[in-house]
């Protein structure tokens, strides 16, 4: 059973940056499909970004700020944000699902993860 553990989130002025990890309890293999998910109060769960193998995908409203990267021998995925603006304000989640193909992992509207992290608070004034 996987355990997926955030940490990184803080308080930030706009147009500063922030590193989000998550460690996980297993092995986070290639072809395994993780992302990071926000949900603000009062708002929808958002998928902001996600990867499997080495193809990554990012949602609209963070395109060319936020990238998101693993790193199979530490197990850990990483969350670089930059560019933080207000409505970035969210809790922050790490995901995965090792069922998803490459097309599914890709669909961020949906983010059809199984495995959740507890999740890391990011605010941005």
């Known amino acids: 059973h996987v355990q997926l553990v955030e940490s990184g989130g803080g308080s930030v002025q706009a147009g500063g940056s922030l590193r989000l990890s998550c460690a996980s309890s297993?092995?986070?293999?290639?072809?395994?499909?993780m992302g990071w998910v926000r949900q603000a109060p009062g708002k929808e769960r958002e998928g902001v970004a996600s990867?499997?193998?080495?193809?990554?995908w990012n949602a609209d409203s963070v395109k060319g700020r936020f990238l998101i990267s693993r790193d199979s021998v530490e197990n850990t995925v990483y969350l670089q944000m930059n560019s933080l603006k207000p409505e970035d304000t969210a809790m922050y989640y790490c995901?995965?699902?090792?069922?998803?193909?490459?097309?599914?992992?890709?669909?961020?509207?949906?983010?059809?993860?199984?495995?959740w992290g507890q999740g890391t608070q990011v605010t941005v004034s």
């Open positions: 995901a995965a699902n090792p069922g998803l193909s490459y097309s599914q992992c890709r669909d961020l509207r949906r983010a059809d993860f199984e495995i």
């Open positions: 297993g092995s986070i293999y290639g072809t395994l499909c």
């Open positions: 990867t499997r193998g080495v193809i990554t």
